[in-house]
């Protein structure tokens, strides 16, 4: 079971690396931890943060539908944080180097921090409107090829990390991780779970010990710990296992306990559901409703174009200053801008009145340089549409 496990976290971070290194795609655009980040400033201003994209929300969604199926699964089978801060520990222990032993109650207490992390970060995050902690996230220093952005603290975190995990076993995960913290009130009422059996049990207490999150097993009927990572470590201990001392599964009236692969198959389910929901459902991570336009138009039209200079959160508040603008070019039936902010030629989507304007009124709009009246200035467009010439010349 360990060894199941142990194949499939090498499996995700093998797949992690392979998308950033050699694909060359942004890790954090698939961080379900961006999801939270950026729920607050989608939902009040229809934007994304700099650098995430709504495949986060859809990796976010997969990872709370694991958690309510699976409790902490993701935790234990996918993040690169805990795949790596385990085997560490592992490598440490058959060198000899003895583990800490942290009281259960000193643990319940340090496990209370990862609330207050997830607290100042989004309340950092959501305040500034960016991604203010970038500049200490270990996992962005970890799997990342954006050498110039990791900063000094980082390093400094990820290697804390590293040395707790010699020591202690996955204590950033335990105690610190704001994810976790996200993943707690989701996790306790799971549907499936450990449970014991105590007229087979032996009362042996390994199960107890062998426990990465410090759950008193051995004491529970059922664990509705909602820090379980479904881990599999106390089944696979278990002295009795083959006579359902211990067992992991459903509630008893859909069953008396399910093999590990049912696990891992719901975990890549899950995930490849995100992935392909991603480009099934493309979500604007951009989105503009014009103001004190009236009611809408019976009648609409929308004109797709590919916008280069569009490459992220700030460049596309400004080519809404472009769409919005108030001289000679000025676009009176525009309704609504949808965007996918990106590197290269960025699909853009703009929703308008054709009894009032067109499609050339738009691109027009967007490439001619904009007064400034506050500055005294004119100001050039930074945006070229794809298969447009503003000066007629092609």
């Known amino acids: 079971m360990t060894r199941t496990r142990r194949l499939v976290q090498i499996g995700f971070l093998a797949l992690t690396l392979i998308g950033v290194f050699l694909v060359r795609g942004n890790a954090e655009r698939w961080c379900p931890f961006g999801g939270v980040e950026a729920i607050y400033l989608y939902a009040t201003e229809g934007n994304m943060l700099c650098s995430l994209g709504v495949s986060n929300f859809y990796i976010l969604a997969a990872v709370l539908l694991i958690t309510l199926l699976l409790r902490r699964a993701f935790c234990g089978y996918v993040c690169p944080i805990g795949a790596l801060s385990e085997w560490i520990h592992a490598g440490t222990k058959r060198l000899g180097i003895r583990p800490l032993q942290v009281p259960y109650r000193l643990d319940r207490v340090l496990a209370k921090l990862k609330y207050v992390v997830l607290a100042v970060i989004l309340y950092f995050t959501w305040t500034f409107g960016e991604l203010e902690f970038r500049v200490a996230d270990p996992c962005y220093a970890l799997i990342s090829r954006h050498g110039e952005d990791i900063t000094f603290w980082a390093y400094v975190v990820a290697a804390a990390i590293v040395v707790g995990a010699v020591f202690m076993l996955i204590p950033f995960c335990r105690w610190l991780c704001p994810l976790a913290a996200v993943f707690h009130p989701i996790s306790r009422f799971a549907l499936t779970s450990v449970r014991r059996d105590e007229d087979v049990c032996v009362n042996c207490g390994l199960c107890s010990k062998v426990c990465p999150t ?23 201990v278990c002295p009795k296992e083959e006579h359902g001392a211990i067992s992991w599964g ?63 959160r700030g460049k596309a508040t400004l080519f809404s200053y472009f769409i919005e603008r108030d001289d000679e070019f000025e676009i009176p039936g525009y309704l609504k801008i949808e965007a996918w902010p990106g590197p290269g030629a960025a699909r853009t989507r703009i929703t308008y009145d054709p009894s009032q304007t067109d499609e050339q009124a738009i691109k027009e709009a967007l490439t001619e340089p904009y007064y400034d009246g506050v500055g005294d200035v004119w100001r050039s467009s930074p945006f070229d549409l794809a298969g447009y010439d503003p000066l007629g010349l092609d």
Do not use: D, H, M
Request: net charge positive; hydrophobic share 50%.
């Open 214 to 236: 410090a759950i008193p097993v051995a004491k529970l009927k059922n664990v509705t710990a909602a820090r379980c990572l479904s881990c599999f470590s106390c089944v696979e």
């Open 250 to 312: 459903p509630p008893p009236a859909l069953g008396r306990r399910w093999p590990q692969g049912v696990l891992v198959g719901t975990l890549l389910v899950c995930l490849a559901g995100a992935v392909a929901a991603v480009y099934a459902v493309p979500l604007p991570a951009f989105s503009r409703v014009a103001e004190g336009r009236g009611e809408a138009p019976a009648i609409t039209a929308a004109a797709e174009l590919e916008v280069y200079g569009l490459s992220c």
